[in-house]
Antibody
Framework: EVQLVQSGAEVKKPGESLKISCKGSGYNFNNYWIGWVRQMPGKGLEWMAIIYPGDSETRYSPSFQGQVSISADKSISTAYLQWSSLKASDTAIYYC???????????????????WGKGTTVTVSS | QSALTQPPSASGSPGQSVTISCTGS?????????VSWYQHHPGKAPKLMIY???KRPSGVPARFSGSKSGNTASLTVSGLQAEDEAEYYCSSYAGSNTLFGGGTKLTVL
């Protein structure tokens, strides 16, 4: 069974750093894109970024470029999302998801998410 | 790029059909056949229900179907069942970004 298991809830203060994780199992982690989706309180979903663990290629939403960093350690089938300095507005649930990439259109990848984790709640408050 | 527009709520009785709309623009929904739909029960992992407008992944019941006309995509749930009560999100390719709708809470009366 393909599964994505995310790290537990975090409570942080503004200005602190944070790295959350997502461990894949049941498939060849190296050969599938994996990424992150944000859900702020009471709001809809927002696509953030993806990474291809095989070669560490990354793609970011323009809204999140420079705000977060995505990485992966293929030796332990785990993807990460990292902040260097958290803000209160980073309070949200963060979902990791395996992304399928059926097409490349110019410089951009069409992708959709076929398997999701259960989410990691991040609370940033002073 | 703005989020896609979905009605906040929809409802139907068991056995009925309900359709949820998702409106974008010619730069996203209308420009490509790259719309997907996700079902989300609170506290659980979201689930892919439809991709590329109308394709169903293995294991998704045929009661779920997708379509598109112009800048609006639709998800139809036929033969509503109690377990269909959930939040539904549409998503579309939009070049450098992937957009989601705000979500529609489907209530089975």
């Amino acid at each position: 069974e393909v599964q994505l298991v995310q790290s537990g809830a975090e409570v942080k203060k503004p200005g602190e750093s944070l790295k959350i994780s997502c461990k894949g199992s049941g498939y060849n982690f190296n050969n599938y894109w994996i990424g992150w989706v944000r859900q702020m309180p009471g709001k809809g979903l927002e696509w953030m970024a993806i990474i291809y663990p095989g070669d560490s290629e990354t793609r970011y939403s323009p809204s999140f470029q420079g705000q977060v960093s995505i990485s992966a350690d293929k030796s332990i089938s785990t993807a990460y999302l990292q902040w260097s300095s958290l803000k209160a507005s980073d309070t949200a649930i963060y979902y990791c998801a395996r992304h399928l990439v059926p097409a490349v259109i110019g410089n951009y990848y069409y992708h959709y998410m076929d398997v999701w984790g259960k989410g990691t709640t991040v609370t940033v408050s002073s | 790029q703005s989020a896609l527009t979905q009605p906040p709520s929809a409802s139907g009785s068991p056995g009925q059909s309900v359709t949820i709309s998702c409106t974008g623009s010619s730069s996203d929904v209308g420009g490509y056949d790259y719309v997907s739909w996700y079902q989300h029960h609170p506290g659980k992992a979201p689930k892919l229900m439809i991709y590329e407008v109308s394709k169903r992944p293995s294991g998704v019941p045929a009661r779920f179907s997708g379509s598109k006309s112009g800048n609006t995509a639709s998800l139809t749930v036929s033969g509503l069942q109690a377990e269909d009560e959930a939040e539904y999100y549409c998503s579309s390719y939009a070049g450098s970004n992937t957009l989601f709708g705000g979500g529609t809470k489907l209530t089975v009366l």
